[in-house]
């Protein structure tokens, strides 16, 4: 198990990375008063197959051939399913995949989400050439982070600069301290 | 909330600056293991602290980067230092700390901290 739902979700983006994706949309929603907490990630990779994605599910299914089985998958779904919330991945040959993953909020067995700066932060500046859509959605309030834009003002700087890097670090920890007013989550 | 306008500035400044670094320049790579097994056993606080540490120091050549799982998961967190021309060194059960220790040493004073590598755990 992660201790961390942010780390868990540092870990199942690697499988879009891998999957060659250029664009990967990760959104974090969580709803007081509904009780729940949703996240989705989703990428325009490789896709897997009806049969791939049932064996991504099996955490004693490994043929180490395909780097897409472990336990990156099964940990995630637990880690939801054991709140009493729901996991499911759609995914299409050549389209790409999506994983979402929804929580109960108040339930004890609930991980908390943890550091998702640090997760988005990471992602961003490790992976130059993949774009992100990142959504932060705290009952009424949100923000995103579209890396495609920042590109864009950046006219051919990398993300990983260092200026650029501390910038995208405050951006994300200052705005996601206004959506959810410093509440842990 | 904070909006995009101040990354013009930053733009604006890196363009006036002579020479860009580019990742052509580095002829250190750290490589951290970032795989479900590092992950779980702590690898993020590992890569946060080196990728601090090397721009703090401004080790411009010096690049951190991540990797999957290279098969070794009971050592993990794994860090490993390749350098063009010599022998790939690989770190295991690293910390933050123990990271800090390997770039003061080993990046930038050049000297393997031989206790934290693979070689020390399996005899």
Do not use: W
């Amino acid at each position: 198990m992660m201790p961390e739902i942010s780390l868990n979700v540092l870990d199942v983006a690697q499988n879009s990375i891998r999957a060659d994706a250029t664009l990967i949309i990760i959104t974090v929603t969580a709803d007081r008063k509904k009780d729940t907490m949703t996240i989705v990630i989703k990428d325009n990779g490789c896709g897997m197959t009806k049969e791939q994605i049932t064996h991504v599910l099996d955490p004693f299914f490994t043929t180490r051939t395909t780097r897409k089985v472990g336990l990156g998958i099964p940990f995630f779904q637990y880690a939801a399913t054991s709140t009493g919330g729901n996991f499911s991945i759609d995914s299409f040959v050549g389209e790409g995949t999506m994983v979402t993953a929804s929580f109960i909020l108040s339930h004890i067995d609930r991980m908390p989400l943890g550091d998702m700066t640090s997760t988005m932060h990471t992602l961003i500046t490790l992976n130059n050439r993949i774009d992100f859509l990142y959504t932060y959605t705290v009952d009424d309030k949100s923000f995103t982070l579209d890396t495609r834009e920042i590109r864009m003002i950046l006219d051919g700087i990398p993300l990983n600069s260092p200026d650029v890097s501390n910038y995208i670090r405050e951006f994300l920890s200052e705005n996601k301290q206004e959506v959810d007013q410093g509440v842990i989550l | 909330m904070k909006s995009l306008e101040e990354l013009k500035a930053i733009r604006e400044k890196m363009q006036n600056q002579i020479s860009l670094r580019n990742e052509g320049e580095a002829n250190i790579r750290v490589v951290v293991g970032m795989a479900t097994c590092g992950i779980a056993s702590g690898a993020r606080p590992v890569l946060n602290a080196l990728s601090t540490a090397v721009q703090e120091k401004g080790l411009t050549n010096v690049i951190v980067t991540q990797t999957g799982c290279i098969g070794l998961c009971q050592f993990e967190p794994i860090v490993e230092v390749t350098e063009a021309d010599k022998e790939k060194v690989t770190y295991v059960k690293m910390t933050a700390e123990k990271a800090l220790e390997v770039v003061e040493k080993h990046l930038v004073r050049g000297q393997i901290v031989k206790e934290y590598t693979i070689q020390n755990y399996i005899k």
